[in-house]
């Protein structure tokens, strides 16, 4: 497929195109105007999202993954997230003769970290006003030196504790770092992750793929980040994470807040060139242009019987042409608003002498609120969504085929319908982003 963006004199022109086409069998060229924005990722930033999501579920109170001996004689700094139901678990501990260092959720409001380094055993208590076992990620952050020792959970108080001016100062552990249940206490049920430990993050994932009653990764981020996913965006689940899918909005990024739509004013338009995936773009490059010269016997086989088209738009102006599918043959397709601001899709396939209209009239999409619409077609049944409404299946007349095909495409529009029928020359002021699927 080839891009062409034009315009008449004097008109302006916004468009930021990045959203991809996914075109079986058929490639993309946005030649001689390309509007994308390339974004390179550097391996520190990916390691620190890597980090930053390394997550293990503890699905039993006897589960619990082991690390060699932390060796925090006279620093620790320990900072991690949870998430639990549990009222009460022990996130951590590490032992050694009679000195130990600890953290642990005490009561379903209460943080302990716990520690001797042989001068008796300190607690450290925060307590939240409302219950942590609420599903909802929190994070801790417990800290020790030879002065004092601190602990802080969220963004409340943090508990500071002076080190006595004499006695021992040294934490000398020795058995292995016990991340959840261990010594016959109850564990921790739940999800930790980005685990750092004196600056080093543990790989928590790792450890949790070869032990039984932990899995690596932590379900529900959607529930505690799902609201960064703006614009009508999906929350998706990842096992280290979440993602936004913006496929359905005008909008693009991974929180779905950069806008790739485009802006037509009259007279302004924008054509798609479907060509095979054999055809070399230096020897269709001459077609790419509306005002070069096709030959009329250069039919590419761009054949299809069925596709998936979906776009989000919005527009004052009725009636308009918001999207139109040409072809060699005389097949086509329209999504047009009448004059009424109702939308209508027209098809028509297979030689037949009058197109096939659905008309939806239950809602006015002329209002200049963003519409989104989804069309599949399949043989000659067709199922049109729009917005959020229930989806509705049509049938396509019968034709002497027995599955209708949309011949020889030849090119998509956006707004102004250039060099087809005349009836369809008609404007559009609209914002756009879509994707068309040839499956």
């Known amino acids: 497929m080839h891009l062409t963006c034009c315009r008449q004199p004097d008109a302006r022109l916004f468009v930021s195109l990045s959203k991809a086409f ?37 699905t039993t109170s006897t589960s619990y993954l082991h690390f060699s001996t932390f060796q925090g004689e006279t620093s620790a700094d320990i900072s991690f997230y949870f998430k639990t139901s549990a009222p009460d678990g022990v996130f951590l501990e590490n032992l050694g003769n009679s000195d130990f260092i600890k953290l642990e959720l005490k009561f379903a409001t209460d943080v302990s970290f716990s520690f001797d380094v042989g001068n008796g055993p300190v607690e450290i208590i925060v307590r939240s006003p409302s219950p942590l076992n609420d599903d909802q990620w929190h994070r801790v952050i417990a800290e020790r030196n030879i002065k004092q020792a601190s602990l802080q959970v969220d963004q409340l108080p943090k508990e500071i504790r002076k080190a006595p001016t004499e006695g021992h100062t040294r934490l000398e552990l020795y058995s292995q770092l016990y ?34 009653g932990v899995k690596p990764g932590c379900s529900g981020h959607c529930t505690s980040f799902g609201m960064f996913c703006k614009n009508g965006g999906k929350c998706v689940e990842k096992y280290n994470g979440y993602s936004c899918d913006c496929s359905k909005t005008a909008y693009d990024g991974p929180f779905c807040i950069k806008d790739v739509g485009a802006f037509f004013e009259e007279g302004m338009w924008l054509r798609y060139n479907f060509s095979s995936a ?160 040839l499956l």
């Open 22 to 58: 996914s075109l079986h069998g058929f490639r993309l060229s946005k030649e001689p105007c390309q509007f994308k924005n390339l974004v390179h990722l550097s391996s520190e930033f990916l390691m620190k999202q890597h980090n930053y999501w390394n997550a293990a579920s503890f």
């Open 179 to 212: 991340v959840g249940a261990a010594g016959g206490q109850k564990g921790f049920l739940g999800c930790i992750r980005s685990l750092r430990m004196n600056g080093l993050t543990l790989d928590l994932e790792e450890r949790a793929k070869v032990t039984p």
């Open 278 to 437: 054999g055809t070399n773009v230096k020897d269709s490059g001459s077609r790419t242009l509306l005002s070069s010269k096709e030959p009329e016997n250069a039919v590419f086989d761009v054949s299809v019987n069925k596709e998936e088209l979906s776009f989000s738009f919005s527009t004052t102006r009725a009636p308009c042409v918001l999207l139109y599918i040409s072809s060699y043959s005389q097949d086509y397709m329209a999504v047009l608003v009448n004059p009424s601001g109702n939308l209508q899709i027209r098809y028509n396939l297979g030689g037949s002498k009058e197109p096939f209209n659905i008309n939806v009239d239950h809602r006015n999409v002329s209002n200049g609120q963003p519409h989104s619409v989804n069309i599949t077609r399949k043989g000659k049944e067709i199922v049109l969504q729009l917005d959020h409404y229930p989806p509705t299946s049509y049938s396509l007349p019968a034709t002497s085929g027995s599955s209708p095909t949309f011949s020889s495409l030849k090119s998509l529009f956006l707004g102004k319908v250039i060099g087809e029928n005349a009836s369809q020359k008609v404007f559009v002021v609209a914002v756009l982003v879509y994707s068309y699927e």
